[in-house]
């Protein structure tokens, strides 16, 4: 395939050279490049297969916005966007394209979501509890997307919501770790990523499982797929 990758960060710049690792013919845009999505024409889309988006909020929804419109699927790793996932939803499917979106694209971090809902059970028998994230000082979201989905799997199960506490220290790739207490004794559930490359490895296997589907997509929903 031929991937555009948005943002040339530290995840960005790994997603592409994960890409080329698995064969992909990769282009990248930075924000210089693609102000406002002002790179995101019909002309200059038109060759790539997939594009994969790691920006910010406001850049990612306008991304989102312009590549819909031009009819190209999409890979969207990007948080603190969705309070605009409803409106993306309707383009996505009013244009008939593909598009997946996940708090986080690693593989470990996905069966740490069904740990969770598992350990969810505790809540109803005495337990209480809190979620702790940390991450490295350059992260703008707090709390992060992966402790809102966290919380979000543990509410879905038992109908009880913890507390996110976040911190923002040195260069944390990102851990999350779930406590629950009760007077006899003490539930620790951590996920630490060691590196980048579970979330790019993810996003790309993501873009190579989108190409040419028509839908919405959680990477939470389809990463036994990929």
């Known amino acids: 395939m031929k991937l555009l990758i948005l943002g040339k960060g530290k995840t960005g710049s790994l997603v592409a050279q994960v890409a080329g690792e698995r064969g992909h013919m990769v282009e990248a845009f930075g924000s210089a490049q693609n102000d406002k999505a002002a790179a995101l024409t019909p002309e200059h889309l038109e060759p790539f297969d997939v594009i994969i988006d790691f920006t910010t909020p406001t850049a990612a929804v306008q991304n989102c916005e312009a590549c819909i419109r031009c009819g190209r699927d999409m890979v969207v790793g990007t948080t603190g966007w969705y309070d605009h996932l409803a409106g993306l939803r309707e383009q996505v499917v009013r244009n008939k394209t593909g598009l997946v979106f996940g708090a986080n694209f690693s593989i470990g971090i996905n069966l740490f979501f069904d740990v969770a809902r598992a350990a ?31 919380q979000n799997t543990i509410k879905d199960a038992v109908s009880k919501e913890l507390e996110i506490i976040s911190f923002r220290e040195g260069q944390v790739v990102g851990m999350h770790e779930i406590v629950l207490d009760s007077p006899n004794d003490d539930i620790y559930l951590c996920h630490d990523s060691k590196s980048r490359r579970g979330f790019a490895e993810g996003a790309v296997r993501a873009a190579e499982w989108v190409r040419g589907k028509k839908g919405f997509f959680n990477f939470r929903d389809i990463w036994r797929e990929v």
Not at 126 to 150: V, W
């Open 120 to 150: 969810a059970a505790a809540l109803k028998h005495g337990y209480t509890g809190q979620i702790f994230e940390r991450h490295h000082i350059q992260k703008r979201d707090a709390p992060s997307g992966t402790a809102l989905m966290l």
